[in-house]
Structure formats: structure tokens, C-alpha cells
């Protein structure tokens, strides 16, 4: 049975009609249109799905609305200001680290964890972190590179 559900979704509360069930993804997409945040496997498996909660990179396909309840949510959507990306947008654009780009928002977001926590990670680093999303066009080279490069500018005060 559905029931109003409050969520704190990019900053803002949001009010939605959902069963505590219902898994994040669905209500992201289909009910708040923040349709970044893409489905691929629906197992949590892929992380094409990808968004912080608390700050922590979650598989959103698998995660009930229970679960998320006074939490801060971010979406792909919360990291570009305006018109001005963010610096792991800028990388990935300029270290071609996307071909078919179904993965990236899912790779972005858990970069973006990543970098919240260890502000100059290795490659082994990266690599180890982001061994759960999948990017089946295999641009992992690229993305890593694109993730210390955006590390760099962010080290330099570029926007957050």
C-alpha cells in the first residue's frame, strides 16, 4: 500500500506516494524525473544505477525506500551547477572516458564517493573502488585517468 514517503533528495525534501518497498531507482526516475540514475541489471550488480547515500555510492535498483528515510540522497543531476560542470564531468568529456555513456553516471557518482574520502587516490585505488560498475564499451582506461585528473583540479579549488 502506498503511503507518503519524505526523502531528501539533491538537498531538497521531497514528498512521494510509495511503498516502503518500492526500490529507489523507480521512485528517482519515475516519480521525481531524475532519470540520470540509469537501470541496467536490476541486481545491484552493474551500478549503472549509482547514487550516494550518506555520502556512500549504493546500487539504487536494489534499495528499498525504507532504507533511505532521513537520508541524504545525491543523484548525478546534483553535480553540475547551472550550466558549470563539475570537475569529473570536465574530465571525463575531456579524457573520452565514456562511448556509449549508459555506465557514467552510475561511474561518476561512485568517483565522486571516492574522492570524498581519499582526495589523491592511486590507480589501484580507483580501480579497487569502482570494481562494482560495469562499463560494457570497456573505457575503464580512460575513466581513470579522468578520475585523477579531476582529483588534480579539485586539489586546485575547482568547484565540488
Given amino acids: 500500500m502506498d503511503q507518503s514517503i519524505e526523502l531528501m533528495v539533491n538537498g ?12 529507489l531507482l523507480e521512485v528517482l526516475r519515475n516519480d521525481l524525473g531524475l532519470t540520470g540514475s540509469k537501470f541496467g541489471c536490476g541486481e545491484g550488480e552493474c551500478g ?3 547514487v550516494l547515500v550518506d555520502g556512500a555510492h549504493t546500487k539504487s535498483c ?6 533511505v ?3 541524504a540522497i545525491r543523484t548525478v543531476e546534483s553535480l553540475a551547477s547551472g550550466d558549470k560542470l563539475h570537475p569529473l564531468q570536465v574530465a571525463f568529456v575531456e579524457e573520452d572516458a565514456m562511448q556509449c ?4 553516471s552510475g ?4 568517483a565522486h564517493a571516492l574522492l ?3 582526495k589523491n587516490p592511486s590507480e589501484r585505488d580507483i580501480r579497487d573502488h569502482m570494481r562494482g560498475n560495469i562499463c560494457r564499451c570497456c573505457a575503464y582506461p580512460r575513466m ?4 585523477q585528473r579531476a582529483a588534480k583540479a579539485m586539489a586546485q579549488g575547482e568547484r565540488r
Avoid at 101 to 104: D, E, K, L, Q
Avoid at 144 to 147: E, G, N, Y
Fill in 48 to 50: 549503472a544505477c549509482t
Fill in 12 to 23: 531538497a525534501k521531497r514528498t512521494v506516494e510509495a511503498g516502503p518497498d518500492d526500490f
Fill in 69 to 71: 528515510e532521513g537520508k
Fill in 101 to 104: 555513456g549508459y555506465c557514467v
Fill in 107 to 110: 561511474m561518476l557518482m561512485a
Fill in 62 to 67: 536494489i534499495l528499498p525506500l525504507s532504507a
Fill in 116 to 118: 570524498e574520502k581519499n
Fill in 144 to 147: 581513470v585517468k579522468a578520475i
